[in-house]
């Protein structure tokens, strides 16, 4: 897995937006409605698939290419909306996984191995 500076993508992401002139449009509300359609793209890929055909996805060159691009576009919005909002998207990660590992111990789950 490749690591990079989520600071530096979202400094890229607003300097491509500045050159465009798009910041005006960049507010809460309509970054939201942004990462909703590309996270609906996304489901929409997968949508009719067995799991089985899904697991497999990335096997296929055409279907991996549309996958790679529209969690890029997810992750894009979510970044920007991040940024509009200032909020460390890492720090809020690992806050949550905190909670969960408080609210969901070890060995008190309803999974599939209880």
Known sequence: MTELDVAQLQRRLAEFAAAR????????KNLVAALSVEASELV????WLTPEESARVMS??????????EVADVLA????????LDIDALA???A?????????????GTGAGD
Not at 21 to 28: A, L, S, V
Not at 44 to 47: A, G, L, N, P, V
Not at 77 to 84: A, D, N, P, T
């Open 96 to 108: 949550k996984i905190d909670r969960n590992e408080e609210r969901f111990p070890v060995g008190e």
């Open 77 to 84: 919005y979510l970044l920007q909306l991040c940024e509009v």
């Open 21 to 28: 002139n798009w910041q005006q449009y960049h507010t809460p």
């Open 92 to 94: 809020a990660l690992s």
């Open 44 to 47: 929409e890929i997968f949508q």
């Open 60 to 69: 296929d060159p055409k279907k991996a290419s549309r996958v790679t691009d």
